[in-house]
């Protein structure tokens, strides 16, 4: 069994800064590539950053500068840095990694963290 928790959600007044912070956890053989995804009230799911194993990094377009992708490989954890928040990166934030268990080493599934709400605004 493995999880993922997030945390480090909250309220911040536009212009500001979070940082999320998402920990697995469990049956772990090894992790692959890693995400963040955040959905708004009333509307899809969406891809905010995604990091590879080997660190490369890509942005939506909509962060693209004023958020940072990273992660611990000694610690199964990723991270997002928050900056210059505006009020329609409001969004609940989740996790997503791409996980090879004890039990199915070649075969990475994919696992969501149950989410972190940050909300920006005045």
């Known amino acids: 069994q493995v999880q993922l928790v997030e945390s480090g959600g909250g309220w911040v007044q536009p212009g500001g800064s979070l940082r999320l912070s998402c920990a697995a956890s469990?049956?772990?053989?090894?992790?692959?590539?890693m995400a963040w995804y955040r959905q708004a009230p009333g509307k899809e799911r969406e891809l905010v950053a995604h990091?590879?194993?080997?660190?490369?990094?890509n942005y939506a377009n909509a962060v693209k500068g004023r958020f940072t992708i990273s992660r611990d490989s000694a610690k199964n954890t990723v991270y997002l840095q928050m900056n210059s928040l505006k009020a329609e990166d409001t969004a609940v934030y989740y996790c997503n990694a791409q996980i090879a268990t004890l039990t199915s080493p070649s075969r990475p599934l994919g696992f969501w963290g149950q989410g972190t709400l940050v909300t920006v605004s005045s």
């Open positions: 469990g049956s772990i053989f090894n992790i692959n590539a």
């Open positions: 990091i590879t194993r080997g660190g490369s990094t």
